[in-house]
Structure formats: C-alpha cells, structure tokens
C-alpha cells in the first residue's frame, strides 16, 4: 500500500513541479517532464533522453569517483583534472613532474596507463526490479531484513551478470522504495591522454575552491582501451580503443545568460529527504567534527611530508581530496546555519507529521528510534572508517584478512565486494599502493586519528582497537612504529602473493600487520552486523515516512525526486547570474582578464609563463566570446549539482557540449542538503577555453581534429 501511495504522489509531484530548477532526475522520470522541459528551451525530445543507450546519455559515463564524456569515436574521454588527478599523481614523479608541469600524449602509443584500480564504467540498461527484490524481505525485520534485500539484490545481479560482458547493480531509490537494476560495461584499460599544468588545471587551489569568480581550466583527457575482442581487458599493448555507441560533440558556440543547460552525470550522495533529526545531528555533530578532522589530517600529512619531494607527490592526490571534503563540510555548515536549515525542516516535518495517519506515524517513531542509535557512534564510525580509507599498508592488510574469511564461503553469500566479480578491483587496489605510500606519513596519519580515537568515551570503545594500539599516545607510537618496521606489506611482490593466498581462503603469512588485521576484522565484522541491523530497520520503516513526505510535498507542489545516490541522473535550467548578498552581482562568466588580475607568480595563483604570453598575445582564434571579444574561462548555471557530479557534461539546448561541470559556489555548498534557488549555482569550464589551451598554449591539434574540432 505504501509504495502504491508512493508511486501516485510522485506521479503528481512530477505534473505539478513546473518551473523548478531543484531536481536530479532518473532517465526515465523525464518523458513526464517533457513539457516543462520544453518550455526551459530544450530543442530535442525529452523522451529519447529516458533511453540511456542512446545518444547523449549513452555518452556519459562514471569516471573514477567522478563523471566523463566520450568525446571522439576512439574512446577518448573527457572529465576533470581533479577527478584524474589520481591517475596524473600515478604517472608522476620527481624526474618528470607532470603534476605541475602537464602532460600532453605525443601519439597514442605514448599515452600512459591509468592506476590500475580506476575504472570507466558505462551504463547500459537501467530497469525497475522493485517487487523482485522487496518479496524476499517480507514480514522479517532488522538484520534479517536486510540480509533479504540484500541477498534478494544479489541474485538479481548473479542473473545480470551470467554472460560475463557486463557488471550489475540493484539501486535503492526514495530509500527502501523502489529498486533498480543497473547494468554497467566496466573499462579496466585507461590511459592519460592530455592534462594542463596544475596551474592550469588546478589555477587557485583551496583559496578558490567553491568561490566564485573562478579562473580554472579543470579539465583532463583520457582514452578507454579494450582487448581486440572488443571486451573490457586489463592493460596490454595489444589493446584497442574503445568503440562507444555514442559520442559528444562540442559545440562551436559558447554559453551566454539565460541560456539553456543541462547536465548528465553520476551525482554522489544528497540527504534532502532526510529526517529533521538528522538534519540537526549534520548541523550540531558530524558537520563539525568533519572539518576539524579533516584540517588536522591535512596538516598532519603536510609536516609529514615536508620536504620530501617523493612523499608529497604519493600524497598529492589524497591531500587535494582531503582539502576538498574539508571545504565543502565547512561551506555546508556555514550554508545550512545561513539558512536555519534545522529549524525549517524541524517545522516542515512537525507539519506533515499533524497530517500523517496514526498507524503510519508509529512507523515513522520506530524510524526515528533507529536512527537516534546510530548517531550515538557517529563519531567513533567516522574515525574507524579513516584508519581504513586513509592508510594504505594498514587497508592492504585488512582487505587481505576480510577476503581470506569471505574466500572460505560461497560466492554468493560473500559480502558485497569480495566476490569473485570483485577481485580484479581487489588487485588493482593492492598495486597501486607502490605509488601512495610513504611509512612516516602512514604513522603519522595513524597516530593522530587513532589519537582520536582514544579520547573517545568508553561507551564508544573497540575492545580489539584497543588492544591492539594502546590506550595512551605513548603506547600507541610504539606500537605503530614496531608494525611498520616489522611489515613487508611495503613490498608489491609480497603483498601480491598475499592475495593470492587470500582470495584461495588459505592462511596468510607472517607478518605483523597480518596478524594484526585478525582481530581488527573481527570487530569490523561485529561492528557491521550491528550496522546492518539498523540499517534493516531503516530499509523497512522509512518508505512509511517517505510516503507521509511524498504526500506533503505534492501537497505543497514540490519536485519530486530519488535522492543521489550515484546513480545516472539528469539536471536542466539555465546559465544564469548570482546575487550572493546586498548589493552584489556576479556575471556568470568569467575571462581570462581575472587569470592576469588573479596571478602573484607564487602557488596557487602561479599562472604558467606560456598562458600569460598566449593571454598577452590575445590571440584568440575561433573561440572568443563575440559579445566579449575575448577568451571565456568559467560559466555559470543553475543546474542542480553535487558531489559525483565534477566531470559532468553540460549540453545547450542542442545536446552539444558547451561545459564540463567541476564545482559548486560556496553559497550553494549545503544544496546536498538543502536547495535555495537563490544560491545554487554550478561552474563550469567553459569549452572554448580548453580549445583554446589545446589550440594555442599547449597545443594538441590531433586530439581537437579527432573530437571534430576546427582548428586555424
């Protein structure tokens, strides 16, 4: 009954939303909202874009943690210079910088191979399995209702992937509602093809991150390779390019205001159908100790790391996305304390809960009762995740434990990325540690968030972490440096053979870091079961208070949409200005003037010698701004944009590429959370400004014929 109810308000909530700009759209939502499209100014037909196997979406494609475009018919691929820095980082070194230097490939045969853990992934077929996956998990409830939707996901995906040409996914959609099956080539063959100088692609650095005006040419290129069978295939010399179905074309035309716009891309993560409950712990709790953890691990690897040219290249890559994340926590903070978030939606949700029938809202109090558990062990989650995802020796040996003991069971009832289906990622992840990993920045980083750690109260305490590292600063350096002086997971051959050992379900080799993962996994494993115990009771209880939403928000002609959860999904508006306070007014497009004004000649406003002479030269060829007689750099929109999304295409009314979508303006960095269409924006590289670059300061006039672009 409930997701009936569901399925009409969405149904109503797509008829009566307008004129909003708000909204991240499934493909196959947009076929209903063609007349509003129509109306923005898109010239093509809204229903073909619900097809993403054809063209444009077709294109479009997940890129690393990010989003690309092909650009050409032999799989070259455009997404962004942070999206790509890991793979720049990669092919870097103090002999060849090309971090700060550039790269520009001299033919196809000297393009470079990506980390060997990045992956291209092309959607192919996206269709509703809702029923399929929901029959299993009736009348069960906590773990054992998630254990049901989650094993019912899994054959669902077994059955994709019979033939073995694609990988497959189920997507949880308006949370525990609706089910997607998600079909996915996935490209394990990516070279780096043409990235700009990282004062180029990276012009401002944190000063300008989330700010507007923005003067930054982040953009890299890449190429998908395949086996000459025409299937995704590690690396080899032997490999060809990728054939896509489709391609973008770039348009010879550039954005001006009022425009229209639309964007394609895999969007991280929004929470805007959360609770009111959680809106407040984002505000109050995790928001906060997000930016003081992630400042404190950016300097942390900074004093680690100085003056060692080796170590600060290995950390290049993680620092800017640590600098990032710390960023965008404190402009969310800041955007929803503007906005009195929490109190707005404490009375929204107090209104639709007066409306809301009584058996449904003890549905919705059992939910509430959840997830006040979990943010009790906010904190301690958060830290326990970085000890995990910010380490590399210290990952390498708990991902070897977790597949030894996954290893032993059925391939089906293994966890979720340790399958047979995983184990090449699981490879590829253990070999590009060579390239990521220094032993003091390592310690370091452990020592401060496991310092953390122990500061906690008891009640949030891991007796194994707590034996195995102390519960003093003290025993814990010393511990620390006994492990990694007595490791030799430092070595690619000895932790490749580790693996192996591993993922056959035999017992691994002696070694100190090994033999303290045991434990460590045991408590992850302990630490999950509980996890996913909420987590089964969220997946069943919270469709109540979605349906109880849907209600309240078609009641109030809202726009009605899955939140992100990267998956593929289509936002449409406009190129417009910004009034971000009184008596200010920002032109939603920025030139290459502001590169000149901006530039100190010391980081991060060290513009590259050539680019200011090709600036001061002002030649300009075929992409100037006619109205502005000179060369664009950014653009604005009002697309509705978030984390995921850097990478992203951004088409004019024509389906042509005008933009490649790699930021958000401060004002609007809380938008994940809550949309204000006075302040959302989206920047953008404007596309004439990186044919230009490739044109005139660092030429590349191959890579502009074969993405079709004329050149003189």
Request: proline share 6%.
């Amino acid at each position: 009954m409930i997701r009936n109810t569901l399925a009409l308000a969405l149904a109503l909530g797509l008829a009566t939303a307008a004129h909003a700009d708000e909204g991240m759209w499934m493909p196959t939502q947009l076929p209903d909202l063609a007349a509003q499209m129509k109306a923005a100014g898109f010239e093509g037909d809204p229903a073909g874009l619900a097809d993403v196997t054809a063209p444009p979406l077709s294109a479009v494609v997940r890129a690393g943690g990010g989003t690309g475009s092909f650009v050409s018919p032999d799989g070259l691929l455009l997404t962004n210079h942070h999206v790509a820095m890991g793979v720049i980082q990669y092919n870097s070194s103090p002999e060849d910088n090309i971090i700060d230097n550039g790269f520009v490939a001299a033919g196809r045969h000297a393009e470079r191979p990506a980390n060997p853990d990045f992956r291209v992934v092309v959607t192919t077929a996206f269709d509703k399995v809702t029923d399929q996956v929901l029959a299993a998990a009736k009348g069960k409830t906590g773990r054992a209702y998630h254990d049901a939707i989650e094993q019912a996901s899994k054959q669902i995906v077994a059955e994709c992937e019979a033939d073995g040409s694609v990988r497959c996914s189920v997507a949880n959609m308006y949370y525990g509602s609706d089910f997607y099956r998600i079909a996915q080539v996935e490209l394990q063959d990516v070279r780096l093809v043409y990235a700009p100088p990282r004062a180029i692609g990276n012009y401002g650095d944190e000063i300008d991150n989330f700010m507007w005006p923005r003067h930054t040419g982040d953009f890299t290129l890449l190429r998908a390779y395949v086996g000459p069978d025409g299937k995704p295939a590690p690396y080899s010399e032997h490999n060809v390019p990728y054939r896509n179905p489709a391609f973008l074309r770039l348009s010879s035309e550039g954005p001006k205001e009022g425009d229209y716009a639309m964007l394609a891309g895999y969007p991280g993560t929004t929470f805007r159908h959360r609770s009111a409950a959680e809106f407040a712990s984002q505000i109050d709790q995790v928001l906060p100790r997000r930016v003081a953890l992630f400042q404190q691990m950016i300097d942390t690897i900074a004093a680690a790391s100085a003056g060692d040219a080796v170590a600060t290249q290995r950390y290049a890559s993680q620092l800017q996305g640590l600098k990032n994340n710390r960023k965008r926590a404190a402009g969310e903070l800041e955007g929803l304390l503007r906005s009195d978030a929490k109190a707005q939606r404490a009375a929204d949700e107090a209104a639709m809960l007066a409306v809301t029938p009584r058996a449904q809202r003890r549905q919705i109090d059992a939910l509430f009762a959840q997830l006040s558990a979990g943010a009790q062990v906010g904190e301690r989650d958060l830290l326990l995740q970085q000890v995990t995802g910010a380490t590399q020796l210290l990952r390498s040996a708990l991902l070897l434990e977790r597949l030894r003991i996954e290893a032993a069971k059925p391939d089906a009832l293994r966890e979720t990325g340790y399958q047979a289906r995983d184990l090449a990622i699981l490879e590829g992840t253990l070999k590009q540690v060579q390239r990521r990993f220094d032993p003091k920045v390592e310690k370091a980083l452990l020592a401060h968030v496991l310092g953390r750690y122990q500061q906690l109260p008891d009640a949030q305490r891991v007796a194994e972490f707590d034996a195995a590292f102390g519960r003093t600063p003290a025993e814990l350096a010393a511990k620390l440096d006994a492990l990694y002086a007595g490791t030799t997971l430092g070595d690619e051959a000895n932790r490749l053979a580790q693996f192996e050992r591993a993922k056959a379900g035999q017992p691994l080799g002696e070694d100190p870091l090994l033999a303290l993962a045991a434990p460590l996994v045991q408590a992850q494993l302990r630490l999950e079961h509980e996890a996913k115990t909420r987590e089964g009771e969220s997946l069943r209880l919270r469709p109540a208070y979605m349906q109880a939403l849907f209600a309240w928000r078609n009641s109030q002609g809202r726009a009605l949409y899955p939140d992100a959860n990267r998956t593929l999904r289509i936002s449409y508006g406009k190129v417009e200005s910004i009034n971000p306070r009184d008596a200010v007014t920002w032109s939603p497009v920025t030139t290459v003037a502001g590169i000149v004004e901006k530039n100190t000649n010391a980081y991060p406003f060290d513009a590259p010698k050539p680019l200011l002479e090709a600036i001061a030269k002002g030649d300009w060829g075929n992409t100037a701004d006619p109205a502005l007689g000179t060369q664009t750099v950014n653009f604005l929109t009002n697309l509705d944009t978030t984390g995921g999304n850097s990478g992203s295409p951004v088409l004019n009314a024509r389906g042509e590429l005008i933009g490649l979508n790699f930021d958000s303006n401060w004002e609007s960095v809380s938008a994940s959370w809550w949309f204000d269409p006075r302040y959302k924006r989206a920047v953008h590289v404007d596309m004439r400004y990186m044919r230009w670059l490739m044109d005139k300061v660092y030429p590349a006039h191959d890579l502009l014929a074969e993405m079709g672009v004329p050149v003189r």
